[in-house]
């Protein structure tokens, strides 16, 4: 696709709106690395000075990110949370206004460890539903959330998981928990993506997650379940309040 010569409009500024297009259409998603800078020259018939200026434009508005001796990458969106809320997925994506949705990773019943038990505390070995799911907003990843239900508490919960969308609906609906008078204990931490979790969350190994572990408690302070989030670091921007 090469640039008009001729236009009135400068070349790098013809770039500059070719790539933003391409961008604002998820030709180049959020994440992708983006044609070096020779490929651009051949694929639009410019030279570097054009592909440096056009590019650096579209660095300095936040729509590319560089990084060093990888190349540069289309940046990833922000997404404003307040982490002391305890809403669940559903109700936060509401308040966002914004499209998402929910694939199931992992869905199975396991033998709560040492420490799964004293985190819901049951005993070492009780049933225990696992729920790994990946969360999106507009089609792109945004967090893996790992669950974990004592099944004594909830018998056959595994068997409503896929009737609501959301599991506090099911917890709210099913089992009569008040979610609305629910309190949280949470710790927040920076760790290095795994194999798996960047393969996930459309990151590289090794790029720093926040890890958020959950513990929600009903009003008699019994633990309801415990959750472990995964977020992007570059797609989150946390706020807290007291």
Do not use: W
């Not at 940046?75 to 949705?101: H, N, P």
């Not at 019943?109 to 049951?122: G, H, P, R, V, Y």
């Not at 409503?160 to 629910?182: A, G, Q, R, W």
Request: with cysteine; glycine share 4%.
């Amino acid at each position: 696709m090469k640039l008009n010569s001729s236009s009135s409009r400068p070349l790098y500024e013809q770039l500059f709106n070719t790539i933003k297009e391409a961008i604002d259409q998820n030709t180049y998603r959020p994440g992708q690395q983006i044609p070096n800078e020779a490929e651009l020259c051949d694929i639009y018939g410019v030279s570097r000075i054009t592909v440096r200026r056009a590019i650096q434009d579209l660095v300095d508005e936040g729509l590319l990110e560089r990084k060093q001796g990888k190349g540069t990458f289309v940046a990833r969106k922000k997404v404003a949370r307040e982490l002391v809320t305890i809403e669940g997925f559903s109700d936060f994506s509401k308040q966002l206004g914004k499209k998402t949705s929910k694939k199931v990773l992992v869905y199975e019943e396991i033998k709560a460890s040492k420490k799964i038990a004293e985190d819901l505390q049951i005993e070492v070995n009780a049933p225990v539903l696992k729920l790994l799911r990946l969360m999106y907003i507009e089609g792109e990843p945004f967090t893996l959330d790992l669950t974990h239900y004592p099944i004594e508490r909830f018998p056959n919960i595994q068997e409503h998981i896929f009737d609501y969308e959301s599991t506090y609906d099911v917890l709210s609906n099913i089992y009569h928990v008040d979610m609305k008078d629910i309190t949280t204990k949470k710790t927040i931490t920076g760790i290095p993506a795994s194999s798996v979790e960047a393969e996930h969350l459309n990151c590289e190994i090794g790029e720093i997650l926040f890890n958020i572990d959950k513990i929600v408690y009903d009003k008699n302070k019994v633990p309801i379940h415990l959750s472990t989030f995964k977020n992007l670091t570059t797609v989150i921007a946390y706020t807290i309040t007291t």
